[in-house]
Each structure stands twice: as structure tokens, then as C-alpha cells.
């Protein structure tokens, strides 16, 4: 499946960015607008997804989702450069994930990036995935108004960001908040997997949660009474027991609903007619009820670091910010804390390349290029 949109109006080319972070080969040409407000222009965005091959399976496997990157990348590279309508020779960088991701996926396209670069004689530049999602919402909404508290939550993150002003221009990006266990699209995948409803779950559980009633059952918020006895250096640990307590009050947990709901599905199989299963209804009673717990931790979090941190602007991205409930209830709190809400569109919502070409534009401008020596890193730190 390759999917494929571009904007017209063409100006001088800049710069190609690549995204193979997980089972999305994607490619992308973004160049500078000249207006400092709205920085990028999309010419071109390319993403070939791998999901149909990973559904069988139940999830992304990492040995196919390399072999698969490889046989991808060359055509959504030469699809990209056709659809922005640039030639090679109009290319000024190679912009490329680094990490965090999959190690065999991201290996492919950063080798790819690098023998491209050294063959054009142009610079490389390497792009954190997560930076990406964040900057991915400057891309449509323009500059966020500063500090802004943004989560990014995939099928492998939840995070939660301050986002303030560094040197040069460049963003800082201090993680303030993040689930203990499971990232909430991976919680989405699982809980359709036991509900039969095959990979990525996401958007089938978006899509029937809107026929379900989300107060049927009763599944459980985490709360968050102790420090987390496993937490690694990551997140900038405040000093002070109240300080403490703020920043446990950031953190998400999934793994606990998720183990809720497949309790609650396994008693309930018990309980009806052999052989019957759950009636679609029942189904989609689950589905906005899980929904609706997970919806109201990330948005109550996110909401509460904002107001802690005294942010003047919100932004949610990542796969998950495609959920149609989340964005909804995003929007209202947005107005009821009168706060300006960043949201992306689909398109760059989910994984894409147009994210990685708008930092490496912003890195390449600060004179932050790569050399030929990058290598992948699967936990690649902000
Ligand atoms: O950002 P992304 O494309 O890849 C990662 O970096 O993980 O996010 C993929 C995740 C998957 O877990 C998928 O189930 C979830 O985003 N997702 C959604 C929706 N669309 C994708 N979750 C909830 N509702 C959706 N509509
Ligand atoms: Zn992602």
C-alpha cells in the first residue's frame, strides 16, 4: 500500500528526509517557506506500510519489517523525489532516523541515507523520531507559542514534554512525564488482539468504540501512589517530596486496564454460550469503555502538566493522536483551559518522513550535520 499526497507550488528543492524507524518505509521532500511563523513546505510525502504483512502475526516483527524496509525503500525514495517534482541535483541535505526504533529498520535507512548523501556529495543529517512527531505539529499549526507541554504517544511511546526555547534557535525538549509500562498504542494493539480484532488496533477499536457504549464496564484508572521502582535517569527528577509527588502524578500506566479488559473477556467468554463468543455489541461496549479510560488518563496528565508548568500552548502527536475520541475531548479541554491545542492532521499523525525532513532542515540550518560514520540507535535519547 503506498500512500502518497503533495502539496504544489513549487520553489527551489531542499531537502529529502527518510523514516524507516519501525514498519513504515516512508521518504519525503520538505523545503524552507520563508516564513519564519509556518517554516516547512511538504512537497512530497511517501509512505509504503507494512501493516498488511504484520497483521498475520499479531504485531510488527522486527526480522520481516528490515527484509521488507529493503525491498521498499528504493521506490518510495525515487516516488518521493517524482511526486515533489525536484531532481536529484536540487537536493542541499539527506535528513535520516536515527533512533529510537527498531535496530535492523532503522539500519536500512540510514545506510540508504548515507551512501545517498556521499553519491550526491551533499550533507547528512540525522533526525531523533520523537523530535519528529513533536515538530510534526509546526508543520500544519505553525510556530506552538512557548513553553508548550506536548505528549507524543505511539505504539511505542508516551511521553510528556516541556518544550521551551534553547540556544540557536533550536528547541529543548525536557521529558516531564511517561507511562511505566506500556505506550498506549501498544495497549490499543493488545486489547484488539484478544478481542480478535487484528493489528494495528488502533484505528478498528477507534471505529467501533463509536457504536459502543463507554460506560458499560467499569475498567480501572491507574493511580499512581508509589515512585516507580524501575524508572531509569530519563525524566528530569524534581527535588523535594511535593515535587515528587507532582511529577508521579505525570506518569502513565496501561499495562493494568489492559490486564482488566482481558480478565473481564475471558470471564465473560466463560459466561456465554459456548461456542457464540461476544456479540458485536458487547464488543464495542469494551471497546468505549477501554477507550474512554485511556483517553482520560492521557488528556487529565497532559492537562495537569500544563497548568503545572504554565504552558501557553498543548500539542498531542503521534499515532494515537489520529483517535477520533482523543482529538474531540482534546479540543473541548483546549477551550475549557483556553489553551491553543496542536494537533496533526492523519497524514502526520502516524509515522512519516515529512516530520524527518522539517528537523533536518532545522539542523542542518544550525550547522548540525552528520557524518559518514552515523549508526542506527534503537534508544536514541532526545
Ligand atoms: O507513531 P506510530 O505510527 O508508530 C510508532 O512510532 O509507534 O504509531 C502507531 C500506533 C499503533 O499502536 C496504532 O495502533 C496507534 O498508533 N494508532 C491509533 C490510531 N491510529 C493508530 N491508536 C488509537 N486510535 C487510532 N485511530
Ligand atoms: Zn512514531
Redesign the pocket.
Known amino acids: 500500500q503506498l500512500k502518497s499526497c503533495l502539496q504544489t507550488d513549487l520553489t527551489d528543492m531542499d531537502i529529502l528526509g527518510i523514516e524507516t ?2 514498519d ?1 518505509t516512508a521518504a519525503a521532500v520538505v523545503s524552507d517557506s520563508g516564513n519564519r511563523l509556518r517554516p516547512w513546505i511538504v512537497r512530497s510525502n511517501v509512505v509504503a506500510s507494512q501493516a498488511d504483512i504484520h497483521r498475520e502475526w499479531g504485531g510488527v516483527v522486527p526480522e520481516i519489517a528490515s527484509r521488507q524496509h529493503v525491498r521498499d525503500i528504493c521506490c518510495v525514495v525515487e516516488r518521493a523525489i517524482s511526486d515533489s517534482g525536484a531532481n536529484w541535483s536540487d537536493l542541499k541535505a539527506i535528513a535520516v532516523t536515527q533512533g529510537p526504533g527498531l535496530v535492523g529498520s532503522l539500519l536500512v535507512g540510514v545506510s540508504f541515507a548515507k551512501s545517498l548523501a556521499w553519491s550526491l556529495g551533499i550533507p547528512l543529517v540525522s533526525v531523533n ?1 520523537l523530535t519528529g ?1 513533536i515538530e510534526s505539529l509546526v508543520i500544519e499549526g505553525g510556530l506552538m507559542p512557548l513553553p508548550a507541554v506536548v505528549l507524543v504517544v ?4 508516551t511521553n510528556l514534554y516541556l518544550v521551551t526555547l534553547g540556544e540557536n534557535e533550536q528547541s529543548n525538549y525536557q521529558l516531564i512525564g511517561r507511562t511505566r509500562d506500556d505506550a498506549a ?2 495497549a ?2 493488545k486489547v484488539a488482539t484478544l478481542l480478535g480484532l487484528g493489528y ?4 478498528v ?2 471505529r467501533l468504540a463509536k457504536k459502543g457504549n463507554d460506560q458499560a464496564v467499569p475498567f480501572p484508572f491507574a493511580r499512581m501512589t508509589h515512585d516507580d521502582r524501575n524508572a531509569g535517569p530519563v525524566v528530569d527528577q524534581p527535588v523535594g517530596l511535593a515535587a515528587t509527588r507532582r511529577s508521579r502524578l505525570l506518569e502513565f500506566s496501561f499495562s493494568g486496564l489492559k490486564t482488566a479488559v482481558k480478565r473481564y473477556v475471558q470471564q465473560r467468554n466463560r459466561e456465554v454460550d459456548s461456542g457464540s463468543g461476544l456479540s458485536s455489541g458487547e464488543v464495542a461496549d469494551i471497546c468505549a469503555s477501554f477507550q474512554r479510560v485511556v483517553v482520560s488518563s492521557l488528556l487529565d496528565r497532559t492537562f495537569r502538566a500544563a497548568r503545572q508548568y504554565g504552558a501557553r500552548s498543548v500539542g498531542i502527536a ?3 493522536s ?3 475520541r482523543l482529538r474531540v475531548d482534546a479540543t473541548a479541554r483546549a477551550n475549557q483551559e483556553e489553551l491553543p491545542l496542536f494537533l496533526p492532521s492523519l497524514a502526520l499523525a ?2 512519516n518522513a515529512a516530520m524527518i525532513g522539517a528537523v533536518g532542515l532545522k539542523r542542518y540550518h544550525a550547522g548540525l550535520t552528520a557524518s559518514l560514520d552515523l549508526n542506527a540507535q534503537a534508544s536514541l535519547a532526545m
Request: hydrophobic residues 10%; negative net charge; glycine residues 26%.
Open positions: 524507524s519501525c513504515e523520531h512527531h505511539s505504539g511505542g511511546h498504542g501498544e490499543y494493539d494495528p488496533g488502533g484505528p477499536i477507534d503521534g499515532g494515537v489520529a483517535n477520533s502516524t509515522d
